[in-house]
């Protein structure tokens, strides 16, 4: 199957650091793909050069067989490619519906996009909080707004950095059962997770990242027992 999302050779450096170093990977269509590795392994500088906010310095993404490289992050985002942000921000003022609707003012006028952002929140449980300052919602529900903002564009694909970081497990079931039910209408998903119950039960494949390299790809069962994975988290072996 022709892929949805091609990264080719992506590098970004910051002065001497190369945060994101020559990484390639494919997603399918309909797949969740997971992205994992230690803090500062480039995780969400990867999804800021995939989603036009931050210019690659070489390399290439493309995406629903199109060159996306170096596109603004709207014009992205009209290309049917949504992104969540790990530190959620979020504009004074605004209730959940506004910040919903303002999502959905990228393909809709304003009496259509606030239908739809009423849609949103209904389809993912949030309507009783649409009245709600954002800084009022528990974590769950904040990381829930943050899936509402993405679905709201109207993507065929979502990059989610963290949705489940600092969720208790059982917290964590509410947007786990939304992705997988996201994914069976057609979405693609590619998420940054460090959560591991969640990689393994949600991810078709796993990615993995250190020091902005890729160094395996593979199915949830073949990472837990690769070398180069159990490296970059623990450090090498060292025999006694
Ligand atoms: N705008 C920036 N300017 C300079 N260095 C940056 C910038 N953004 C990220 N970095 C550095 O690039 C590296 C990768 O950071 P990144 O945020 O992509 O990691 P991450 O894998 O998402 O980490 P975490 O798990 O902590 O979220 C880190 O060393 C970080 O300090
Ligand atoms: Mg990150």
């Keep these: 199957m022709t892929p949805i999302l091609s990264v080719r050779d992506l ?29 500062g392994a480039g995780k969400t500088t990867l999804f800021s050069l995939i989603s036009g906010f931050i210019r690659p310095d070489s390399g290439s993404v493309r995406f629903a067989d199109q060159d996306i ?45 606030i239908a739809r952002a009423g849609e949103v929140l209904e389809q993912i449980g949030l309507s009783s909080r649409a009245d709600a300052l954002p800084n009022a919602l528990s974590m769950q529900d904040r990381k829930l707004l943050e899936i509402a903002k993405c679905i709201a564009t109207g993507p065929k694909l979502i990059l989610l950095d963290e949705v489940m970081s600092g969720l208790t497990l059982a917290e964590a079931q509410v947007p786990l059962a939304l992705i997988r039910r996201l994914r069976d209408s057609g979405l693609t998903f590619v998420m940054v997770e460090h959560v591991m119950p969640v990689v393994m039960s949600l991810a078709d494949r796993v990615l993995v990242l250190n020091f902005g390299q890729k160094v395996a790809e593979d199915t949830p069962q073949g990472i837990v027992t690769n070398q180069a994975v159990r490296d970059a988290y623990f450090g090498e072996a060292v025999d006694a």
């Design 69 to 113: 490289t170096g596109l603004s992050p709207p014009e992205i985002a009209e290309h049917g490619l949504a992104r969540s942000f790990q530190l959620v921000q979020v504009f004074s003022g605004m209730t959940v519906l506004d910040a919903v609707t303002a999502a959905a003012l990228l393909r809709l006028k304003l009496n259509a996009a």
């Design 11 to 39: 590098s970004k450096r910051f002065g001497g650091l190369a945060a994101v170093d020559s990484v390639s990977f494919d997603v399918a269509p309909g797949e969740i793909l997971a992205v994992i590795g230690p803090n």
